[in-house]
C-alpha cells in the first residue's frame, strides 16, 4: 500500500506538477492507490506512528547511501538515484528503461555518473 501511495504522489508531482505539501493531493494519491479512505485519515491522524516509520525510512536510506528521489535499490544491493527528464507510462517502454538502467548499474565499467545540460 506504501508503494502505491508512494507511485501516485510521484506521478501527480512529475507528471501534474501538483504540490507535495497539499492535502487535496494526498487524498488524490490515496484515492488513486485504492486505500481504505478511512484507515488513510486514521493513519494520518497517528503523527507518533508517522514519525517512527519515517525515522527508519531515513535510516534504511543513510544506509545505502540515498541523496535523492527516486533512488533504486536492486537485488544485486547496487543503488542509485534516477532522474527521469520524461516519466513513462508506456509499460513496454517503462520496462526498457528500467533494464536499461539495471544493465548501467551491474556494468563492469561501474558508471558513477550520466548527467545531461537541462534546457530551457
Do not use: C
Not at 13 to 29: F, P
Not at 44 to 70: H, W
Amino acid at each position: 500500500a506504501q508503494m502505491r501511495f508512494a507511485l501516485e504522489l510521484f506521478r501527480l508531482r512529475h507528471q501534474q506538477k501538483a504540490d507535495l505539501n497539499s492535502d487535496q493531493t494526498h487524498l488524490q494519491a490515496a484515492q488513486q492507490a485504492k486505500l481504505d479512505p478511512k484507515q488513510f485519515q486514521a493513519s494520518l491522524q497517528n503523527e507518533t506512528i508517522l514519525r517512527q516509520a519515517l525515522a527508519q525510512d531515513l535510516d534504511n536510506a543513510g544506509n545505502i547511501g540515498v541523496f535523492g528521489t527516486p533512488t533504486f535499490v536492486l537485488p544485486s544491493g547496487h543503488a542509485a538515484y534516477f532522474r527521469f527528464a520524461n516519466l513513462v507510462t508506456d509499460p513496454k517502454e517503462a520496462r526498457g528503461l528500467w533494464d536499461m538502467y539495471v544493465k548501467v548499474l551491474e556494468s563492469e565499467a561501474k558508471i558513477e555518473t550520466i548527467k545531461r545540460p537541462r534546457n530551457s
